[in-house]
């Protein structure tokens, strides 16, 4: 039985808050003839879950896809300022090599455990399990909707295109700095600002429809998405 990957902090003694509760994420990738996908679930301590979906256009493994899933589900959390995570898998190699249970010997793994651990460590506690896949069943789901045509799949959640590794692009980026899907929606609810870009515009204008702002953070509140 894998010991799973516990890194506590001592916290200060503060009033509890909502970031000082559990999120999970759950995370899934493949590498398919179809193409290769990546899904994420959010699961917020308020029983809100946010989805999200990444379409991969670079030369990717099974293993790149867990893992690029994984970081894409580590970056909201940390936008959100949460302090607690628990992120659970069906890929029993990423979770033994980013639990450091299992020998990483191909570079590109190599890259993607070390920014994975990285990301993890910016968090008070944070646990990393492998599940069965049959437990895993809303991040697969996910995954696979990427095949669909575009039209469709901003019905169910935000998608991003991704055509850079996830190691090769925080290389020259700070987490916080990028301008990512979820600093781009905040901006939009609280301030109406849009991306200069107009086909930018008009999607975040789409998706916009199906959130939510609250306490800061914006929410999922589309169900169209059957699990």
Not at 14 to 28: F, L, P
Not at 30 to 53: C, E, F, M, N, T
Not at 211 to 225: D, E
């Amino acid at each position: 039985m894998h010991r799973p990957c516990t890194c506590r902090r001592k916290a200060k003694a503060k009033g509890k808050s909502s970031n000082d509760e559990t999120r999970v994420i759950q995370v899934d990738g493949a590498s398919k003839k179809g193409g290769k996908r990546a899904g994420v679930w959010l699961h917020a301590p308020d029983g809100v879950h946010i989805p999200y979906l990444l379409k991969l256009e670079f030369k990717a493994t099974n293993n790149d896809t867990e893992y690029e899933a994984l970081i894409a589900g580590l970056r909201p959390a940390l936008s959100m300022a949460a302090k607690k995570v628990v992120v659970q898998s069906d890929s029993q190699v990423m979770v033994n090599q980013v639990n450091d249970e299992c020998a990483t010997i191909a570079e590109n793994l190599v890259k993607y455990r070390d920014w994975g651990q990285q990301l993890l460590r910016k968090f008070e506690e944070v646990r990393v399990d492998h599940i069965p896949r049959s437990s895993n069943e809303s991040a697969d789901i996910l995954s696979k909707i990427t095949a669909l045509p575009y039209e469709q799949v901003v019905r169910y959640a935000p998608i991003e295109v991704v055509t850079r590794r996830a190691h090769e692009v925080l290389k020259i980026m700070t987490i916080y700095d990028e301008p990512n899907w979820m600093n781009l929606m905040v901006d939009y609810l609280t301030d109406g600002v849009l991306p200069t870009d107009k086909n930018e515009a008009r999607h975040l204008k789409h998706k916009a429809a199906t959130y939510a702002l609250v306490a800061g953070n914006y929410f999922v509140v589309h169900t169209t998405l059957k699990l």
